[in-house]
């Protein structure tokens, strides 16, 4: 299985090693989507810096998990993007937009915490 | 003439060239070598070419240009001009001369030593008529040679110019932690502006900076594609996890953007360098406090 979901707290951190088909990436979206409601995560992390390519369905899906596991109650951050798959992304037009992104795991666990303490202010 | 076809690299491999004849009008062209040169420089300096040189630097050149041309009607090999233009094309063009003033220069060499040859010759037309048809060739061939040599020379030099140009375009300096800064000094075609999103990706990534601030104060003008490329750029920084600023649109730029209609309106502008640094350390919650009256210079 080249994506495993690992729970960290209240958060997960789904970690994508290699290239995945449409179907694991489905597989991933059900797999997420399932586990926030199990674990009561409020946070998710998408890492992708394992992958080199990310096509239109790839974009689509991560954009789709993220609103989805946001209707969930758990914000989602994507992380380690790399420079030519990020220009890549934009030149094809693919936007993530209303996707958070950060620079790596560190960042987005970082941004995560951020979003929780404007949270708990605001409530 | 089937032979004519194919291509020439050496004069003696024109089968229509008398060489008699050509070895008779060299020996003519050596023997009035002082009155010829002198008559070309005079035709030079009437034709107002080469302006940017002295005449005692024309006079030189011309001089070794004149034996060089000799040689070569001789030899029938075009090695020795080549390798003269291309050295002589070196020195003359870092002073600014044209293709046309070169290719006048070798033209009007042609004229005199073609307007000798008449006089001498004029006394027998049949004569005339083979030396020309013996010299025209190969005068034309030298005359290529030459043109070719200095266009190809100009090319070079051009080419080296863009290199460096595009080596020493765009540094991305770190200014504090997460922070970096990306000065744009020139044009920006899109070339360059490929290379300096690359660059700034890269660096995002390897400093771990969390916001870029472009400053194109030193950007004269900006065409659309390279403001969508911009645009993009800005995007793709986002994607990595990095704000960017973008400082110092003059008012002309942010006049072209506006009426090219690119929408801009998603990237953080302010007006100058200072000003995109200030708003970089608010957003990097940094507080940057005078901790004092500025010190005086301790040797005075």
């Known amino acids: 299985m080249p994506a495993s979901i690992l729970k960290q707290g209240a958060y997960l951190i789904a970690s994508i090693q290699s290239a995945l088909t449409d179907a694991e990436v489905i597989q991933l979206q059900d797999d997420l989507v399932e586990q926030v409601g199990k674990f009561r995560s409020r946070g998710v992390i998408l890492d992708v810096s394992g992958l080199d390519v990310i096509d239109s369905f790839g974009s689509r899906t991560l954009h789709s998990i993220a609103v989805t596991t946001k209707l969930r109650g758990a914000d989602s951050v994507i992380v380690g993007i790399r420079p030519d798959v990020a220009f890549a992304i934009v030149q094809l037009g693919l936007g993530l937009e209303g996707v958070h992104t950060a620079l790596d795991l560190e960042e987005g666990l970082a941004f995560l915490n951020r979003m929780g303490e404007g949270g708990r202010r605001g409530g | ?300």
């Open chain 2, 1 to 300: 003439m089937a032979q004519s076809d194919a291509p020439v690299t050496s004069l003696a491999q024109a089968p229509e060239i008398d060489f008699s004849l050509l070895r008779e009008l060299v020996a003519h062209l050596r023997e009035r070598r002082a009155h010829l040169r002198e008559e070309w420089v005079r035709r030079i300096t009437e034709a107002q070419l080469l302006a940017a040189m002295t005449s005692d630097e024309i006079f030189s050149e011309v001089t070794a240009v004149y034996d060089n041309y000799v040689d070569a009607l001789e030899t029938g090999s075009v090695e020795t001009l080549q390798a003269y233009a291309r050295d002589l094309s070196e020195r003359i063009i870092p002073r600014g001369v044209e293709t046309h003033e070169v290719l006048g220069i070798v033209l009007l060499l042609r004229d005199v030593l073609a307007r000798s040859l008449f006089e001498k010759y004029q006394a027998d037309p049949d004569l005339l008529n083979r030396i020309l048809d013996a010299y025209e060739p190969a005068a034309n061939r030298i005359a290529v040679t030459v043109g070719v040599s200095f266009v190809e020379e100009r090319e070079r030099v051009i080419r080296q110019q863009q290199e460096a140009i595009r080596e020493l375009s765009t540094p991305v300096l770190q200014v504090r932690e997460r922070l970096l800064i990306l000065p744009i000094i020139g044009v920006l075609d899109s070339l360059r502006a490929r290379q300096l999103t690359e660059q700034l990706l890269t660096a995002i990534r390897r400093n771990r900076a969390r916001v870029v601030v472009i400053d194109i104060t030193g950007v004269p003008a900006i065409d659309l594609t390279v403001a969508n490329h911009l645009l993009q750029t800005v995007k793709a920084c986002g994607l990595m996890g990095a704000d960017v600023i973008v400082t110092g649109l003059s008012s002309e730029i942010a006049q072209t953007l506006v009426t090219l209609g690119v929408e801009l309106g998603s990237i953080r502008t302010t007006g100058d360098l200072q000003g995109g640094i200030e708003e970089a350390e608010r957003l990097l919650a940094y507080e940057v406090i005078r901790a004092g009256e500025p010190e005086r210079n301790p040797e005075r």
